[in-house]
């Protein structure tokens, strides 16, 4: 045993009798089996909540995946043709995979960027391990960002993500979710921001797995600066999935996405350091000399007063966030082993604002609005993460594991600003000696804003999830138990006193009253229970015809409602037993390759997907709990495809997809930035209907590019709703409040031809105008546009060590695995891009949608490093 973890097992002496306990647990266990294998019977049975099943002995194949220079190559899908059986490489390129025996194999190693391999192993012996090195060509070896591999082809909406790279990326907010925008039906129009919008959908109806476990998000922040870094630490992560709707019954209820993480498992140590401006990321990773034991430690420090500095509103901005995370990992053999996950983070954001000048408005009708502050806000949050998993493999086949999680979260909001305003108009005539200065005052005002607002939750989760193929399927299932704790108190009001738009109003013993005031303490305590059991099965291999059904459900003690979701996926490879005849006859000299057809692949989905409430949706702007609010409710219909394809003599992928959302017993909402407040009534219904189209390839030789665009119409009809005299308003279709019905984005690589070193990143985002309206809690006035999102950022890299270098001749290159520094421009258009609105009304009662801007031109210096 390794020397750290004799250390270990002496600190904590207790360990070391728990491991002989769960040793003694697992021989029982597997003595079991044999004697069930010897009866060649197939027997269900739980321990813990574990299902277990039997079959054959396998061999296994094992080895090393590299490139032509001889570099590592990992995250190379391994698939066994006929069989479902495959795996991923590792970090050191690494791999071992589990086989049938007694037949002979058709194994094939693919890679984005690199002409897929094939090989054929020899039938096996029962238990015999077979090694197989494997050298992938590539086209030129850049520090690339890759984005897709094969193994996702046969499920809708899906994207399987290549984290290694992502580092490169030109980012304000820090966060890996940046990526996402990139992906068509992918929208997020606040940079400072880790949110997004799926498909029509908003914040709140994505669901965030990190090796199961699933993420939640603060309460409290109001915009995208008060965020912080979101929960994913990307030097942390291995692998990525992501699907923007039809997804499977194994995951969560929620109405939109899903985004599936997985963190890395270590076989060597590693390390690596990403400083900038904004911030500075760290982490390292390491194994035991046997890889009994492996360990992965991050941690980040991020800072956006940097580019706070272009918004409108100066003042001294004082964010600051931290987090620190781990993932240990101890193997008590080969098929058993206890991972715990954790994470704790601190955000604390603290502004003092001085002033405010804003000019909005047309080039006939310009004006200019300025404020004047005091005060102070501070919105601070501290969260933390704890899970543990326990995983068994009784056989190649099987995979058993259970799981406990907690999560907790402590925020407070405390704030008290003050601002004096003025509203004037601005000289348009360029002839006059004033022109673009204020010449005339519309109106003045004053307001007050306050809040002391604190919540706490408490997420304590266990649950087993299971896993087991056989012949053509693959079926898994899981359930678990959730219990939630919740205490939120809020004390916030507003006054506002501008001519003739609020007038002070006396009440009583000359108090003014308030525009509006809230105080109330609330709290839930509820329980819920969830399960799953989906197959994926093989109908026809000839045309790789795949299925997957499945069945979830779900209770929530507050509400007493329980919900089922059945799901369906379905896709097959229409030209592949043509294209497998005619390869076979190019491959004879008897025809060409301009006689095959192309490489489609077709896909459908269908499914019930429904989002119960967790708390943010019971809330109303009176402060009140609706504890009878009932599941928001989704059917899916995805229809699409996918052609891979060659141009200029490189690889490209096309993708298109075609849905449909019908939508019933929505809850309405209104968003401010990123602030989300429900009106917590199941009164509305509606739609989203939308293409998706993305082709990705090599358009520079060597490195991935990729472009986007998607075309969006969502709308609901919300009932009980009244005007301003109080009378009911006809129910009729409107715009949600995610309604961007164009998007476009584009992610491009590039380098110099004559040195390679010097390298390109380029990031563009369209996005058309969200609607909006006054903040009066009545969504049939939320019928005008945001200007559209435009923004471009770009990132210039000089690399000073190449990943893979043979000469390393000197200090730096003998202790750093590679290293670049870049130039990065956020913004370098200038555009001013609207997030929300402030509402100013003048002395002849005209109201003012006056813009809040997001951030402006900054230049970046970063340094990547990895040891």
Not at 66 to 92: H, M
Not at 113 to 140: D, I
Not at 297 to 309: D, F, H, P, Q, T
Not at 419 to 448: H, K, P, Q
Request: aromatic share 14%.
């Amino acid at each position: 045993m390794d020397s750290s973890i004799r250390v270990i097992l002496r600190l904590f002496p207790c360990l070391e009798t728990l491991i002989v306990a769960v040793n003694r647990i697992r021989n029982r266990i597997d003595f079991r089996f044999e004697k069930l294998m010897k009866k060649n019977l197939l027997l269900l049975y739980f321990w813990f909540g574990f299902s277990v099943a039997l079959f054959a002995q396998d061999a296994s194949l094992y080895g090393i995946v590299s490139d032509s220079s001889g570099k590592p190559v990992a995250d190379v899908n391994i698939q066994v043709l006929g069989v479902k059986q495959n795996t991923l490489s590792e970090l050191d390129g690494s791999y071992k995979l589990q086989v049938p025996s007694g037949r002979v194999l058709d194994v094939v190693f693919s890679f984005v960027g690199s002409k897929p391999k094939r090989l054929q192993v020899p039938a096996l012996l029962p238990g015999q391990e077979y090694k197989l090195h494997v050298t992938l060509n590539f086209g030129v070896e850049l520090d690339q960002f890759v984005f897709m591999d094969e193994s996702g082809r046969g499920r809708a909406s899906s994207y399987i993500i290549d984290p290694r790279r992502s580092s490169s990326l030109p980012n304000v907010s820090g966060s890996f979710e940046k990526i996402l925008t990139t992906l068509p039906g992918v929208t997020s129009n606040n940079e400072l921001s880790a949110q997004y919008n799926v498909r029509g959908g908003n914040f709140d109806e994505n669901l965030v797995y990190v090796n199961d476990i699933e993420i939640y998000r603060p309460f409290l922040p109001r915009s995208g600066q008060q965020e912080g870094l979101s929960f994913i630490h990307s030097e942390l992560v291995q692998n990525v999935k992501f699907s923007a709707g039809g997804f499977e019954a194994r995951y969560g209820d929620k109405l939109s996405s899903v985004l599936d993480i997985k963190y890395k498992d270590p076989k060597k140590f590693a390390a690596s350091l990403n400083t900038g401006l904004l911030g500075v990321m760290a982490h390292v990773e390491g194994a035991s000399s046997d890889y009994r034991f492996t360990w992965l430690l991050g941690a980040r420090y991020w800072s956006n007063a940097y580019v706070l500095g272009t918004l409108d509103v100066k003042g001294d901005y004082k964010p600051s966030f931290y987090d620190v995370q781990t993932l240990l990992t101890y193997h008590f053999t080969d098929n058993l082993s206890l991972s715990y996950l954790g994470s704790f983070a601190r955000n604390n954001y603290f502004f003092i604002p001085q002033n405010r000048e804003t000019v909005f408005g047309t080039v006939n009708a310009a004006y200019q609005l300025q404020i004047f502050f005091d005060g102070a806000d501070l919105m601070s949050y501290q969260t933390s993460t704890h899970a543990a998993s326990l995983v068994y493999k009784p056989t190649s086949r099987t995979q058993l594991k259970l799981i406990a999680s907690s999560f907790s979260s402590d925020e407070s909001e405390v704030f008290t600003v003050e601002g004096a305003y003025r509203l004037s108009d601005i000289e348009t005539d360029l002839g006059s000696d004033d022109f673009a200065r204020a010449r005339s005052l519309r109106g003045v005002g004053y307001f007050i804003n306050n809040a002391r607002n604190y919540i706490s939750a408490r997420v304590n989760n266990v649950g087993h999830r299971g896993y087991h193929s056989f012949g053509s399927n693959q079926l898994q299932w899981g359930a678990f138990f959730q219990t939630e704790q919740i205490k939120d108190r809020l004390h916030e009001w507003f006054y506002d006193d501008s001519a003739g738009f609020s007038r002070p109003v006396l009440v009583q013993d000359s108090l003014f009253e308030l525009n509006s005031f809230l105080s109330t303490r609330l709290g839930i305590s509820s329980y819920r229970i969830n399960g799953y059991v989906q197959n994926s099965q093989t109908l026809n291999k000839a045309y790789n015809m795949q299925l997957t059904y499945g069945l979830r459900a779900n209770y929530w003690s507050l509400n007493q409602e329980a919900v089922v979701s059945p799901r369906v996926q379905f896709s097959f490879e229409p030209n592949k037993v043509y294209n497998k005849r005619i390869s076979d006859k190019i491959s004879k000299g008897e025809e060409t390759a301009s006689a095959l057809r192309k490489n489609w692949v077709v896909r459908a989905a269908w499914g019930y997907y429904y989002q119960p409430p967790f708390y943010r949706e019971l809330r109303n702007y009176q402060g009140e709990l609706n504890t009878k609010l009932r599941a928001q409710k989704a059917i899916h219909y995805v229809l699409g495809g996918d052609m891979n394809f060659t141009a200029w003599n490189r690889p490209f992928k096309f993708v298109a997809e075609a849905y449909y959302k019908q939508l019933s017993n929505l809850v309405p909402y209104e968003i401010d930035n990123v602030r989300i407040r429900y009106l917590a009534n199941n009164n509305s219904s509606g739609y989203a209907a939308g293409l998706d189209f993305r082709i990705n390839g090599e358009f520079v030789k060597g490195v991935e590019s990729w472009a986007s665009l998607g075309l969006l119409k969502t709308q609901e009809k919300i009932t009980g709703q009244k005007d301003i005299a109080g009378n009911d308003v006809k129910a009729e279709y409107i715009p949600r409040l995610t309604d961007q019905r164009v998007t476009f984005a584009i992610f491009f690589q590039d380098y110099l031809r004559r040195n390679k070193n010097y390298r390109m990143n380029l990031n563009l985002v369209y996005g058309t105008g969200f609607p909006f309206g006054v903040p009066d809690q009545n969504r049939n006035n939320d019928l005008s546009r945001m200007p559209s999102y435009r923004r471009v950022d770009i990132g210039f890299n000089k690399v000073l060590i190449p990943e893979g270098l043979k000469k390393r001749d000197n200090f730096w290159k003998r202790n750093i695995e590679s290293a670049w520094i870049g130039l990065e421009v956020f913004n370098i258009l200038g555009v001013n891009n609207t997030i929300s609105y402030i509402w100013i009304q003048d002395v002849e009662a005209n109201r003012y949608a006056v813009p809040n801007y997001l951030t402006n031109r900054r230049l970046n210096l970063r340094l990547m490093m990895r040891f």
